[in-house]
């Protein structure tokens, strides 16, 4: 473990209101992913950096926004445009080249009410 | 877009019994398949990979097995223990050109003592 990092732990925030999660890398990895983890869906892609300055919709891209200024950064915006935010968010990097492992973040619950 | 279905959802073996994971793909491209495994709590790691050169890969007590005119791989764990009690998601990917995961909505394996 250790690596990457995802603050904070637990998140609740009011319907309405947008919400940034953090997920900070010191391993020196190209790309970095978000994805949300529900009950019975599995890991759903939401955005992905394969490099600084540059990032790609995943799977369930709507009502979310990430920006990759530094390499070790790929904050994740949960807009209030996201109909169901209620979850647990999950980051990740990956060297890419010669492995492609992801190495995940010990992940944020977020509880809108 | 590729798509990954995962069999069964849960799993309940007896220790010291083996224990199998299905997964299939949509995308006849996809050349690289992680097993990912999450216990309780904490955040997914990998546990062996296989890439589409390969039909199978060992690794002590887990191997992975790939068709690829099936389009169908699998996890196998031998004589299992209560530590590998967690949840095993697949995943389905086309490296280099696009190196994000698309995972299998995961297996909740019980190694009961």
């Known amino acids: 473990d250790g690596g990457i990092t995802q603050s904070p732990k637990y998140l609740f925030r009011k319907e309405g209101q947008n919400v940034t999660l953090s997920c900070e890398q010191n391993l020196n990895h190209d790309a970095m992913y978000w994805y949300r983890q529900d009950p019975g869906q599995g890991l759903r892609l939401i955005y992905y950096s394969q490099i600084v300055n540059d990032f790609q919709k995943g799977d369930i891209a709507e009502g979310y926004s990430v920006s990759r200024e530094k390499k070790e950064s790929f904050p994740l915006t949960v807009t209030s445009a996201q109909k169901n935010p209620t979850a647990f968010y999950l980051c990740?990097?990956?060297?890419?080249?010669?492995?492609?492992?992801?190495?995940f973040g010990p992940g944020t619950r977020l509880t809108v009410t | 877009g590729e798509n990954v279905e995962q069999h069964p959802s849960t799993l309940s073996v007896q220790e010291g019994d083996s224990a199998v994971i299905k997964c299939t793909y949509s995308?006849?491209?996809?050349?690289?398949f992680p097993w990912y495994k999450q216990e309780l709590g904490k955040r997914p790691q990998l546990i062996i990979d296989?890439?589409?050169?390969?039909g199978e890969k060992k690794d002590q007590r887990i191997a992975v097995t790939l068709n690829k005119t099936a389009k169908h791989f699998s996890l196998h764990i031998t004589e299992t223990q209560p530590e590998d009690s967690a949840v095993y998601f697949c995943?389905?990917?086309?490296?280099?050109?696009?190196?994000?995961?698309?995972f299998g909505t995961g297996t909740l394996l019980a190694v009961q003592p």
């Open positions: 990740a990097s990956s060297i890419d080249g010669v492995s492609y492992e992801q190495y």
């Open positions: 296989i890439r589409s050169n390969v």
């Open positions: 995308d006849s491209a996809s050349n690289y």
């Open positions: 995943a389905a990917s086309i490296i280099p050109i696009d190196n994000k995961l698309i």
